[in-house]
């Protein structure tokens, strides 16, 4: 792991904002043009959802900002996960349709 990883896990205004702004937000899709938007929220987006348990310490001042904002770390985390997926910044493989919250048979408009 570089410093610039590590740092951005520092920064608690960027934190703070990402945080704010992602809990807001109504479905995958929004979430995706909110993190493409951004390259922290990108960054932020890939450590958070491929975090281990060595990780830990480093995501303790997110976990916090969370909890202040009244706001679920794993939720947080969940609702990355289709967004890392996205990106191509996930492990695993990717369910499109799940990504984008509508069943296998949904009509095209109903996707868009």
Excluded: H
């Amino acid at each position: 792991m570089n410093s610039v990883n590590e740092d951005i896990f520092k920064d608690k205004n960027l934190l703070t904002r990402f945080v704010w702004e992602l809990r807001l937000l109504p479905d995958t899709p929004a979430l995706i043009q909110f993190v493409a938007g951004d390259e922290d929220y990108l960054l932020l987006c890939s450590r958070i959802v491929n975090a281990s348990t060595d990780d830990s310490r480093d995501l303790q001042l997110l976990e916090d900002i969370c909890l202040k904002q009244e706001f679920d770390f794993q939720v947080l985390k969940e609702k990355l996960i289709p967004v890392a997926q996205v990106f191509g910044l996930a492990e695993g493989k990717s369910n499109y349709y799940e990504l984008l919250g509508v069943s296998r048979d949904a009509d095209p408009d109903e996707i868009k």
